[in-house]
Every structure is written in structure tokens, then in C-alpha cells.
């Protein structure tokens, strides 16, 4: 079943803007992890962040965890229109954490 | 990092037939594979969850006997997804584990026409 939930569902944004997505999560986690998937093509793993984490960077990107209010955002900076594409959250339990769950995604349109 | 290929990237297949999609673990031996379904602009769906040598795990309202899955070997994995109808169409992807972190395949295009 679904667990993360992600908004907005779609956002529209020009190059060089920034680009803010939120997950929301109902159960404890282990981890929670962003991915890319460009249209039609598998996933790619952005980025892991631990639930005794609360802020991670990576090049462009920058996420943030807080626990209490089972929640996540993804900031991509000075968007490109590269980054077209959709981003998913994906919870990991506390027990096995190779089983993700996937939120509903967020479609990201960067027009140059 | 690992690498998990899948095949074959896209298959079109007419109704009534079966349709058999790998999933291997190049690099490492993953004692656990997963496989999702993924309608179009929607997310990923667990579908069942495979330990090698063991019977898979079916999420809830998949029917087992239309998908099946065999994780006979710590590096391959298959779906069949037996007598296709147009709407079982969709994108498949697994995913494999050999340790805490899973590594996901590049997806297969079912069309069934």
C-alpha cells in the first residue's frame, strides 16, 4: 500500500528557479530515499536519508527529514530543464529496509 | 554502485499469451528481489517480494497464479505474467537486494495488444 505522499502532484517552474517537493509518511521508517524517473525509464536513486538524520545535501540537491511530523522535502536549486522529470519518495520500515514503499510522486516540468 | 539488469526493456504481446521478464543482479548476489508494476503517471506498486529458493510473497490483490515469479538463483529472478490481457499493460520494474540496500532494474514496456 501507498505510504508516502508527495506534493505537490505536478509543479512548473523555469530554469534556474528552485523546485520544492514534500512527502509525507504515515508509519516509522528506517530511512527515506528520492528518486528520479524520466519518462518511460527505470529509477534513479538521488538520495538516502536516515531517520536519525534530519538534513542531507547533494550537489544541487538538499533534503530534509523531520520524524515528528513524518515528513520530507526535496530542494533542487538552480533547476535545469534537465531535471524534467518525476520524483518519488520511498519509505524503508524499521525492520527490512530493502522494502520500499513509494509515495504517488511529484511530476517536475523545468521550462528553459 | 550495484548494477540490477532487466529484460527485456519493452515487449508487445498478443492476448492470451504469457510473457517471462528477468531481473539479474550483475555484481552481487541478491538474496531478495522485488518486483513493482507501474501504471502510466502513477508510482510504483509492490507486487510481491521473492528470498531465493523460497516461494514468493504476494502484496495483497495480486493474483499469484497470473504473475508468477521464480528467484531460482541468488542472481536472477523472473516474472511471467501468464495469458496477458491488454490490461496487464503496463511498466514493471524490480528490484534486488543483497544487504540492506535494494538496486532497481531499468523497467520493462508490457503492451498487450
Known amino acids: 500500500s501507498q505510504q508516502g505522499e508527495e506534493d505537490p502532484q505536478a509543479l512548473s517552474i523555469q530554469e534556474g528557479e528552485n523546485a520544492t517537493m514534500n512527502c509525507s509518511y504515515k508509519?516509522?521508517?528506517?530511512?527515506l530515499q528520492w528518486y528520479r524517473q524520466n519518462s518511460g525509464r527505470g529509477l534513479v536513486h538521488l538520495i538516502l536519508?536516515?531517520?536519525?538524520?534530519r538534513e542531507k545535501h547533494s550537489g544541487r540537491l538538499r533534503v530534509t527529514l523531520d520524524t515528528s511530523k513524518k515528513s520530507s522535502s526535496l530542494l533542487i536549486t538552480a533547476s535545469r530543464a534537465a531535471d524534467t522529470a518525476s520524483y518519488f519518495c520511498?519509505?524503508?520500515?524499521?525492520?527490512?529496509?530493502?522494502?520500499?514503499?513509494f509515495g504517488k510522486g511529484t511530476m517536475l516540468l523545468v521550462s528553459p | 554502485g550495484a548494477v540490477v539488469s532487466q529484460h527485456p526493456s519493452w515487449v508487445i504481446c498478443k492476448s492470451g499469451t504469457s510473457v517471462k521478464i528477468e531481473c539479474r543482479s550483475l555484481?552481487?548476489?541478491?538474496?531478495?528481489m522485488f518486483w513493482y508494476r507501474q501504471f502510466p503517471k502513477q508510482s510504483l506498486m509492490l507486487m510481491a517480494t521473492?528470498?531465493?529458493?523460497?516461494?514468493?510473497?504476494?502484496e495483497q490483490g495480486v493474483e499469484k497464479d497470473k504473475f508468477l515469479i521464480n528467484h531460482a538463483s541468488l542472481t536472477l529472478s523472473t516474472l511471467t505474467v501468464t495469458s496477458a490481457h491488454p490490461e496487464d499493460s503496463s511498466f514493471y520494474i524490480c528490484?534486488?537486494?543483497?544487504?540492506?540496500?535494494?538496486?532497481f532494474g531499468q523497467g520493462t514496456r508490457l503492451t498487450v495488444v
Open positions: 528490484s534486488a537486494a543483497g544487504g540492506p540496500e535494494a538496486f
Open positions: 508509519t516509522s521508517i528506517n530511512n
Open positions: 536519508i536516515r531517520s536519525n538524520e
Open positions: 520511498a519509505t524503508a520500515p524499521p525492520s527490512g529496509y530493502s522494502t520500499l514503499t
Open positions: 555484481d552481487f548476489q541478491a538474496t531478495t
Open positions: 521473492s528470498n531465493e529458493g523460497s516461494k514468493a510473497t504476494y
